[in-house]
Protein backbone atom coordinates (compact mmCIF):
# COMPACT_ATOMS: atom_id res chain seq x y z
CA UNK A 1 0.00 0.00 0.00
CA UNK A 2 1.37 3.23 -0.69
CA UNK A 3 2.01 5.81 2.07
CA UNK A 4 -0.33 8.91 1.76
CA UNK A 5 1.23 12.13 2.29
CA UNK A 6 -0.47 13.31 5.07
CA UNK A 7 -0.34 16.97 4.26
CA UNK A 8 -2.24 16.44 0.70
CA UNK A 9 -4.64 14.74 3.15
CA UNK A 10 -4.80 17.21 5.26
CA UNK A 11 -5.45 19.26 2.60
CA UNK A 12 -7.96 17.13 1.04
CA UNK A 13 -9.80 17.25 4.38
CA UNK A 14 -10.10 20.58 4.10
CA UNK A 15 -11.01 21.53 0.65
CA UNK A 16 -13.88 18.80 1.52
CA UNK A 17 -15.42 20.51 4.39
CA UNK A 18 -15.26 24.38 2.35
CA UNK A 19 -17.36 21.96 -0.19
CA UNK A 20 -19.80 21.96 2.50
CA UNK A 21 -19.44 25.46 3.89
CA UNK A 22 -19.33 26.79 0.45
CA UNK A 23 -16.06 28.54 1.78
CA UNK A 24 -14.94 32.03 0.35
CA UNK A 25 -12.24 30.66 -1.92
CA UNK A 26 -9.31 33.53 -0.66
CA UNK A 27 -9.99 32.28 2.79
CA UNK A 28 -9.94 28.47 1.35
CA UNK A 29 -6.48 29.63 -0.07
CA UNK A 30 -5.14 31.12 3.07
CA UNK A 31 -6.29 27.65 4.99
CA UNK A 32 -4.31 25.59 2.10
CA UNK A 33 -0.67 26.21 3.07
CA UNK A 34 0.84 27.32 6.47
CA UNK A 35 1.42 30.77 7.18
CA UNK A 36 4.65 30.71 8.23
CA UNK A 37 7.94 27.80 8.48
CA UNK A 38 11.45 27.51 9.35
CA UNK A 39 13.88 25.50 8.43
CA UNK A 40 16.63 25.18 10.55
CA UNK A 41 20.01 23.10 10.58
CA UNK A 42 20.80 22.53 13.94
CA UNK A 43 24.70 21.75 14.61
CA UNK A 44 25.46 19.53 18.02
CA UNK A 45 28.76 18.86 19.37
CA UNK A 46 28.96 14.64 19.73
CA UNK A 47 30.31 12.89 22.86
CA UNK A 48 33.09 11.81 20.61
CA UNK A 49 34.19 15.08 19.62
CA UNK A 50 32.77 15.36 16.63
CA UNK A 51 30.10 17.66 15.13
CA UNK A 52 26.75 16.61 13.18
CA UNK A 53 24.39 18.74 12.10
CA UNK A 54 20.58 17.54 12.39
CA UNK A 55 17.84 19.31 9.85
CA UNK A 56 14.84 20.64 12.13
CA UNK A 57 11.43 22.46 11.32
CA UNK A 58 9.05 25.09 13.04
CA UNK A 59 5.95 25.62 11.15
CA UNK A 60 3.52 27.83 12.15
CA UNK A 61 -0.24 27.53 10.18
CA UNK A 62 -2.26 29.58 11.00
CA UNK A 63 -2.93 32.31 14.44
CA UNK A 64 -6.03 34.32 13.04
CA UNK A 65 -7.56 32.88 16.80
CA UNK A 66 -4.24 33.54 19.38
CA UNK A 67 -0.49 32.82 19.16
CA UNK A 68 0.58 28.98 17.73
CA UNK A 69 0.83 26.29 19.70
CA UNK A 70 1.69 22.75 18.87
CA UNK A 71 4.59 19.61 19.33
CA UNK A 72 7.91 19.43 19.12
CA UNK A 73 8.61 15.40 17.77
CA UNK A 74 12.07 14.08 17.47
CA UNK A 75 11.58 11.21 15.42
CA UNK A 76 14.11 9.74 12.07
CA UNK A 77 11.72 9.92 9.71
CA UNK A 78 10.16 13.35 10.27
CA UNK A 79 9.04 14.98 7.11
CA UNK A 80 8.08 18.50 6.40
CA UNK A 81 5.22 17.16 4.85
CA UNK A 82 4.09 15.59 8.33
CA UNK A 83 5.24 18.77 10.53
CA UNK A 84 2.71 20.58 8.19
CA UNK A 85 -0.59 18.37 8.21
CA UNK A 86 0.00 18.15 12.47
CA UNK A 87 0.15 21.83 12.52
CA UNK A 88 -3.21 22.02 10.21
CA UNK A 89 -4.83 19.44 12.69
CA UNK A 90 -3.83 21.42 15.27
CA UNK A 91 -5.27 24.35 14.05
CA UNK A 92 -8.11 22.81 13.95
CA UNK A 93 -8.10 21.17 16.94
CA UNK A 94 -7.19 24.37 18.99
CA UNK A 95 -10.48 26.15 17.25
CA UNK A 96 -12.69 23.53 18.00
CA UNK A 97 -11.72 23.38 21.59
CA UNK A 98 -12.49 27.08 21.88
CA UNK A 99 -8.90 28.00 23.13
CA UNK A 100 -7.07 31.22 21.87
CA UNK A 101 -4.49 29.67 19.85
CA UNK A 102 -3.67 28.77 16.30
CA UNK A 103 -1.96 25.60 15.38
CA UNK A 104 1.74 25.11 14.97
CA UNK A 105 4.37 21.99 14.63
CA UNK A 106 7.87 20.97 15.12
CA UNK A 107 10.48 18.33 14.12
CA UNK A 108 14.02 17.73 14.16
CA UNK A 109 15.03 14.46 12.06
CA UNK A 110 16.93 12.40 14.94
CA UNK A 111 16.61 9.15 16.76
CA UNK A 112 16.83 10.00 19.72
CA UNK A 113 17.30 6.55 21.09
CA UNK A 114 20.55 6.54 19.50
CA UNK A 115 21.42 9.58 21.41
CA UNK A 116 22.88 9.98 25.19
CA UNK A 117 20.99 12.57 27.78
CA UNK A 118 24.18 14.82 26.96
CA UNK A 119 23.77 15.11 23.35
CA UNK A 120 20.10 15.20 23.58
CA UNK A 121 20.11 18.09 25.91
CA UNK A 122 22.67 19.84 23.48
CA UNK A 123 20.30 19.03 20.78
CA UNK A 124 17.17 20.33 22.32
CA UNK A 125 19.47 23.51 23.18
CA UNK A 126 20.86 23.51 20.21
CA UNK A 127 17.62 23.63 18.38
CA UNK A 128 15.91 26.42 20.73
CA UNK A 129 19.43 28.42 19.92
CA UNK A 130 17.85 28.51 15.74
CA UNK A 131 14.09 29.13 16.70
CA UNK A 132 14.19 31.01 20.03
CA UNK A 133 13.17 34.29 17.90
CA UNK A 134 10.72 32.57 15.93
CA UNK A 135 8.87 31.52 19.09
CA UNK A 136 7.40 32.56 22.55
CA UNK A 137 4.28 33.11 24.84
CA UNK A 138 2.70 35.50 22.82
CA UNK A 139 3.85 34.07 19.70
CA UNK A 140 4.25 30.25 19.22
CA UNK A 141 4.06 27.76 22.24
CA UNK A 142 5.64 24.55 21.68
CA UNK A 143 4.78 21.28 23.91
CA UNK A 144 5.74 17.64 24.24
CA UNK A 145 4.79 15.63 21.31
CA UNK A 146 6.62 11.59 20.26
CA UNK A 147 9.74 10.84 21.72
CA UNK A 148 10.31 14.42 23.59
CA UNK A 149 9.79 14.44 27.39
CA UNK A 150 9.01 17.01 29.88
CA UNK A 151 12.88 17.16 30.81
CA UNK A 152 12.98 18.28 26.98
CA UNK A 153 11.02 20.88 27.75
CA UNK A 154 12.53 22.00 30.67
CA UNK A 155 16.14 21.74 28.70
CA UNK A 156 14.22 23.90 25.90
CA UNK A 157 12.17 26.59 28.42
CA UNK A 158 16.01 27.09 29.93
CA UNK A 159 17.47 27.71 26.68
CA UNK A 160 14.92 29.71 25.81
CA UNK A 161 14.88 31.98 28.98
CA UNK A 162 18.38 32.58 29.07
CA UNK A 163 18.49 33.89 25.56
CA UNK A 164 15.33 36.08 26.69
CA UNK A 165 16.94 37.02 29.66
CA UNK A 166 14.10 36.29 31.85
CA UNK A 167 12.25 33.17 33.02
CA UNK A 168 9.64 32.71 30.49
CA UNK A 169 7.95 29.25 31.72
CA UNK A 170 5.22 30.47 29.46
CA UNK A 171 7.27 29.67 26.41
CA UNK A 172 6.60 25.93 26.54
CA UNK A 173 4.10 23.58 27.99
CA UNK A 174 4.43 20.08 29.30
CA UNK A 175 7.31 20.84 31.67
CA UNK A 176 7.91 19.47 34.91
CA UNK A 177 5.20 20.68 37.93
CA UNK A 178 7.87 22.54 39.97
CA UNK A 179 9.29 24.70 36.64
CA UNK A 180 6.12 25.56 35.81
CA UNK A 181 3.80 22.29 34.90
CA UNK A 182 -0.12 22.05 35.30
CA UNK A 183 -1.06 19.19 37.56
CA UNK A 184 -3.22 17.11 35.16
CA UNK A 185 -0.80 16.96 32.09
CA UNK A 186 -0.29 13.58 32.57
CA UNK A 187 -3.62 11.43 32.06
CA UNK A 188 -5.39 14.73 30.24
CA UNK A 189 -5.36 13.30 26.94
CA UNK A 190 -7.11 9.67 28.02
CA UNK A 191 -9.46 12.07 30.69
CA UNK A 192 -10.32 14.59 28.05
CA UNK A 193 -11.66 11.54 25.77
CA UNK A 194 -13.57 10.13 28.85
CA UNK A 195 -15.33 12.91 29.20
CA UNK A 196 -16.70 13.15 25.42
CA UNK A 197 -17.36 9.35 25.49
CA UNK A 198 -19.74 10.28 28.21
CA UNK A 199 -21.54 12.66 26.23
CA UNK A 200 -21.70 10.40 23.69
CA UNK A 201 -23.47 7.83 26.03
CA UNK A 202 -26.33 10.21 26.97
CA UNK A 203 -26.68 11.53 23.52
CA UNK A 204 -27.19 7.37 22.44
CA UNK A 205 -29.11 6.60 25.54
CA UNK A 206 -26.22 4.34 27.25
CA UNK A 207 -26.34 4.02 30.65
CA UNK A 208 -22.30 4.20 31.02
CA UNK A 209 -22.44 1.95 34.31
CA UNK A 210 -23.13 -0.61 32.66
CA UNK A 211 -20.99 -0.62 29.28
CA UNK A 212 -18.18 -2.80 28.28
CA UNK A 213 -15.16 -0.96 26.51
CA UNK A 214 -12.54 -2.82 24.27
CA UNK A 215 -9.28 -0.72 24.25
CA UNK A 216 -6.58 -1.03 21.38
CA UNK A 217 -3.58 0.18 22.37
CA UNK A 218 -2.37 -0.14 26.14
CA UNK A 219 0.50 2.74 26.25
CA UNK A 220 0.20 5.90 28.03
CA UNK A 221 -3.74 7.00 26.61
CA UNK A 222 -4.69 3.57 26.19
CA UNK A 223 -3.98 2.21 29.86
CA UNK A 224 -4.89 5.96 31.25
CA UNK A 225 -8.11 5.25 29.79
CA UNK A 226 -8.49 2.00 30.70
CA UNK A 227 -8.17 2.96 34.82
CA UNK A 228 -10.13 6.03 34.15
CA UNK A 229 -13.53 4.01 32.61
CA UNK A 230 -13.24 2.35 36.27
CA UNK A 231 -12.67 5.31 38.33
CA UNK A 232 -15.00 7.70 36.46
CA UNK A 233 -17.84 5.17 35.05
CA UNK A 234 -17.44 2.23 37.11
CA UNK A 235 -17.50 0.25 33.50
CA UNK A 236 -16.64 -2.99 32.48
CA UNK A 237 -13.01 -3.01 30.72
CA UNK A 238 -13.31 -6.61 28.83
CA UNK A 239 -10.54 -6.41 26.62
CA UNK A 240 -7.04 -4.53 26.15
CA UNK A 241 -4.17 -5.01 23.28
CA UNK A 242 -0.96 -3.62 22.15
CA UNK A 243 1.68 -4.54 19.22
CA UNK A 244 1.74 -8.30 20.26
CA UNK A 245 -1.72 -8.84 20.58
CA UNK A 246 -4.59 -8.57 23.33
CA UNK A 247 -6.29 -10.12 26.32
CA UNK A 248 -10.39 -10.38 27.08
CA UNK A 249 -12.49 -11.43 30.00
CA UNK A 250 -16.16 -10.85 29.38
CA UNK A 251 -16.92 -10.13 33.36
CA UNK A 252 -14.23 -7.28 33.17
CA UNK A 253 -10.19 -7.51 33.30
CA UNK A 254 -8.61 -6.93 36.80
CA UNK A 255 -6.74 -3.92 35.20
CA UNK A 256 -4.13 -4.21 38.06
CA UNK A 257 -3.13 -7.49 36.90
CA UNK A 258 -2.49 -6.57 33.31
CA UNK A 259 -0.60 -3.72 34.36
CA UNK A 260 1.92 -5.51 36.59
CA UNK A 261 1.88 -8.04 33.82
CA UNK A 262 2.71 -5.85 31.08
CA UNK A 263 5.29 -3.72 33.36
CA UNK A 264 7.46 -7.49 34.08
CA UNK A 265 7.18 -8.64 30.48
CA UNK A 266 6.77 -5.27 28.15
CA UNK A 267 3.45 -7.06 26.92
CA UNK A 268 -0.23 -7.89 27.79
CA UNK A 269 -0.05 -10.79 26.14
CA UNK A 270 -0.03 -13.97 28.20
CA UNK A 271 -1.23 -12.19 31.27
CA UNK A 272 -2.54 -15.33 33.48
CA UNK A 273 -6.54 -16.69 33.97
CA UNK A 274 -7.85 -14.11 30.76
CA UNK A 275 -8.29 -15.21 26.93
CA UNK A 276 -5.77 -14.49 24.82
CA UNK A 277 -7.55 -12.56 21.42
CA UNK A 278 -5.57 -11.32 18.46
CA UNK A 279 -5.73 -7.34 17.68
CA UNK A 280 -8.52 -7.83 14.97
CA UNK A 281 -10.68 -9.72 17.33
CA UNK A 282 -10.73 -7.05 19.73
CA UNK A 283 -11.68 -4.49 17.00
CA UNK A 284 -14.44 -6.98 16.34
CA UNK A 285 -15.65 -7.27 19.80
CA UNK A 286 -19.68 -6.95 20.68
CA UNK A 287 -18.64 -4.23 22.88
CA UNK A 288 -20.59 -0.48 23.73
CA UNK A 289 -17.74 1.38 23.82
CA UNK A 290 -14.19 0.88 21.69
CA UNK A 291 -11.52 3.13 22.02
CA UNK A 292 -8.55 3.21 19.56
CA UNK A 293 -5.94 4.63 21.38
CA UNK A 294 -2.48 2.76 19.69
CA UNK A 295 -1.73 3.98 15.77
CA UNK A 296 -2.86 5.10 12.39
CA UNK A 297 -5.26 3.02 10.03
CA UNK A 298 -6.44 0.10 12.56
CA UNK A 299 -10.05 0.33 11.00
CA UNK A 300 -9.79 0.44 7.27
CA UNK A 301 -12.73 -0.69 4.77
CA UNK A 302 -12.14 -4.47 5.45
CA UNK A 303 -12.76 -4.64 9.76
CA UNK A 304 -14.94 -1.27 9.41
CA UNK A 305 -17.95 -3.57 8.75
CA UNK A 306 -17.47 -5.71 11.48
CA UNK A 307 -17.49 -3.20 14.13
CA UNK A 308 -20.26 -3.74 16.64
CA UNK A 309 -19.53 -0.95 18.99
CA UNK A 310 -21.97 1.77 18.94
CA UNK A 311 -19.41 4.29 20.03
CA UNK A 312 -15.73 4.43 18.64
CA UNK A 313 -13.62 7.15 20.25
CA UNK A 314 -10.32 7.73 18.96
CA UNK A 315 -8.11 8.76 21.62
CA UNK A 316 -5.07 8.18 18.29
CA UNK A 317 -4.41 10.64 15.78
CA UNK A 318 -5.70 8.82 12.48
CA UNK A 319 -6.83 5.24 13.36
CA UNK A 320 -10.09 5.23 10.89
CA UNK A 321 -9.34 5.10 7.20
CA UNK A 322 -11.84 7.58 4.86
CA UNK A 323 -13.64 4.62 3.51
CA UNK A 324 -14.04 2.89 6.82
CA UNK A 325 -15.41 6.11 7.97
CA UNK A 326 -18.35 5.52 5.53
CA UNK A 327 -18.88 2.56 6.31
CA UNK A 328 -19.36 3.04 10.23
CA UNK A 329 -21.69 6.10 9.29
CA UNK A 330 -23.96 3.77 7.23
CA UNK A 331 -23.61 1.27 10.17
CA UNK A 332 -24.62 3.61 12.62
CA UNK A 333 -21.59 3.80 14.53
CA UNK A 334 -21.31 6.67 16.58
CA UNK A 335 -17.25 7.80 15.84
CA UNK A 336 -15.94 10.81 18.50
CA UNK A 337 -13.14 12.12 15.89
CA UNK A 338 -9.70 11.70 17.03
CA UNK A 339 -9.39 16.12 16.70
CA UNK A 340 -12.10 15.89 19.16
CA UNK A 341 -11.73 12.74 21.44
CA UNK A 342 -7.75 13.24 22.25
CA UNK A 343 -8.14 16.94 22.47
CA UNK A 344 -7.54 16.98 26.64
CA UNK A 345 -3.64 17.14 26.27
CA UNK A 346 -3.50 20.25 24.68
CA UNK A 347 -6.20 22.06 26.13
CA UNK A 348 -4.33 21.16 29.76
CA UNK A 349 -1.10 22.35 27.73
CA UNK A 350 -3.64 25.61 27.52
CA UNK A 351 -3.91 25.89 30.97
CA UNK A 352 -0.37 25.21 32.15
CA UNK A 353 0.02 28.23 29.74
CA UNK A 354 -2.19 30.41 31.47
CA UNK A 355 -1.31 29.75 34.30
CA UNK A 356 2.43 30.13 33.77
CA UNK A 357 1.27 34.02 32.61
CA UNK A 358 -0.87 34.46 35.58
CA UNK A 359 1.57 33.34 38.36
CA UNK A 360 -1.33 31.27 39.88
CA UNK A 361 -0.80 27.34 39.96
CA UNK A 362 -4.58 25.82 39.66
CA UNK A 363 -5.35 22.82 41.91
CA UNK A 364 -6.37 19.52 40.62
CA UNK A 365 -9.98 19.77 40.99
CA UNK A 366 -9.62 23.32 39.05
CA UNK A 367 -7.78 22.23 36.03
CA UNK A 368 -10.62 18.30 35.98
CA UNK A 369 -13.59 20.85 35.99
CA UNK A 370 -11.97 23.41 33.40
CA UNK A 371 -11.09 20.83 31.39
CA UNK A 372 -14.80 18.65 32.00
CA UNK A 373 -16.30 22.11 30.47
CA UNK A 374 -14.02 22.28 27.56
CA UNK A 375 -14.15 18.99 26.04
CA UNK A 376 -18.23 19.12 26.69
CA UNK A 377 -19.10 22.07 25.09
CA UNK A 378 -16.81 20.82 22.01
CA UNK A 379 -18.65 17.94 22.32
CA UNK A 380 -21.80 19.17 21.81
CA UNK A 381 -20.78 21.84 19.17
CA UNK A 382 -19.61 19.13 17.00
CA UNK A 383 -22.92 16.64 17.66
CA UNK A 384 -25.19 19.88 16.57
CA UNK A 385 -23.07 20.41 13.72
CA UNK A 386 -23.37 16.88 12.57
CA UNK A 387 -27.29 17.14 13.39
CA UNK A 388 -27.92 20.88 11.58
CA UNK A 389 -25.78 19.59 8.25
CA UNK A 390 -26.49 15.88 8.30
CA UNK A 391 -22.79 14.93 8.01
CA UNK A 392 -20.77 12.30 10.38
CA UNK A 393 -19.08 13.74 13.30
CA UNK A 394 -15.84 14.07 11.88
CA UNK A 395 -17.06 16.05 9.10
CA UNK A 396 -18.65 18.65 11.98
CA UNK A 397 -15.66 18.93 13.84
CA UNK A 398 -13.85 20.30 10.57
CA UNK A 399 -16.85 22.13 10.19
CA UNK A 400 -16.63 23.93 13.53
CA UNK A 401 -13.40 24.30 13.86
CA UNK A 402 -12.79 25.61 10.28
CA UNK A 403 -15.65 28.03 10.66
CA UNK A 404 -14.31 29.62 13.99
CA UNK A 405 -10.81 30.21 12.01
CA UNK A 406 -12.13 31.77 8.83
CA UNK A 407 -14.52 34.05 11.17
CA UNK A 408 -11.60 35.08 12.82
CA UNK A 409 -10.00 35.95 9.83
CA UNK A 410 -12.56 37.60 8.78
CA UNK A 411 -13.19 39.68 11.59
CA UNK A 412 -9.65 40.91 11.13
CA UNK A 413 -9.58 41.93 7.69
CA UNK A 414 -7.68 38.86 6.02
CA UNK A 415 -10.51 37.82 3.66
P1 LIG B 1 2.28 4.81 23.38
O1 LIG B 1 3.48 4.53 22.53
O2 LIG B 1 2.46 5.04 24.83
O3 LIG B 1 1.22 3.60 23.22
C1 LIG B 1 0.85 3.03 22.01
C2 LIG B 1 0.35 1.61 22.30
O4 LIG B 1 -0.20 1.05 21.12
C3 LIG B 1 1.46 0.65 22.76
O5 LIG B 1 0.97 -0.12 23.83
C4 LIG B 1 1.67 -0.24 21.52
O6 LIG B 1 2.12 -1.56 21.87
C5 LIG B 1 0.26 -0.28 21.00
N1 LIG B 1 0.15 -0.72 19.60
C6 LIG B 1 0.95 -0.45 18.55
N2 LIG B 1 0.48 -1.08 17.45
C7 LIG B 1 -0.64 -1.74 17.82
C8 LIG B 1 -1.57 -2.55 17.14
N3 LIG B 1 -1.45 -2.81 15.84
N4 LIG B 1 -2.60 -3.06 17.84
C9 LIG B 1 -2.74 -2.80 19.16
N5 LIG B 1 -1.90 -2.04 19.84
C10 LIG B 1 -0.86 -1.51 19.18
O7 LIG B 1 1.56 6.05 22.68
P2 LIG B 1 0.46 7.02 23.31
O8 LIG B 1 1.11 8.24 23.81
O9 LIG B 1 -0.44 6.25 24.20
O10 LIG B 1 -0.30 7.43 21.96
C11 LIG B 1 -1.23 6.56 21.34
C12 LIG B 1 -1.99 7.34 20.29
O11 LIG B 1 -2.65 8.43 20.90
C13 LIG B 1 -1.13 7.95 19.17
O12 LIG B 1 -1.86 7.96 17.98
C14 LIG B 1 -0.92 9.37 19.65
O13 LIG B 1 -0.66 10.24 18.56
C15 LIG B 1 -2.28 9.65 20.27
N6 LIG B 1 -2.24 10.74 21.22
C16 LIG B 1 -1.60 10.59 22.40
C17 LIG B 1 -1.56 11.66 23.27
C18 LIG B 1 -0.91 11.53 24.63
O14 LIG B 1 -1.04 12.49 25.42
N7 LIG B 1 -0.27 10.43 24.95
C19 LIG B 1 -2.16 12.91 22.92
C20 LIG B 1 -2.82 13.03 21.69
C21 LIG B 1 -2.84 11.92 20.85
Not at 66 to 84: M, N, S, W
Not at 150 to 174: H, L, P
Request: aromatic content about 8%; hydrophobic content about 40%.
Amino acid sequence: MTEQNPFEMAQKQLDDCAETLHLDPGAHEILRQPMRELHVSIPVRMDDGTTRVFQGFRVQYNDALGPTKGGIRFHPEETIDTVRALAAWMTWKCALLGLPLGGGKGGVICNPKELSDGELERLSRAYIDQIWQFIGPDKDIPAPDVYTTSQVMAWMMDEYSKRVGKNQFGCITGKPICIGGSCGREDATARGGMYTIREAAKALGLDLKNVTVAIQGYGNAGCNAAFLCKELFDAKVVAVSDSKGGVYNKDGLALENVCDYKAKTTSVVNTPDVEQITNEELLELDVDVLIAAALENAITRDNAPNVKAKILAELANGPTTPEADAILYDNGVHVIPDFLCNAGGVTVSYFEMVQNISMYCWSIEEVYERLNTKMTDAYHSVLDASRIYGINMRQAAYVVAVDRVVEAMRLRGWV
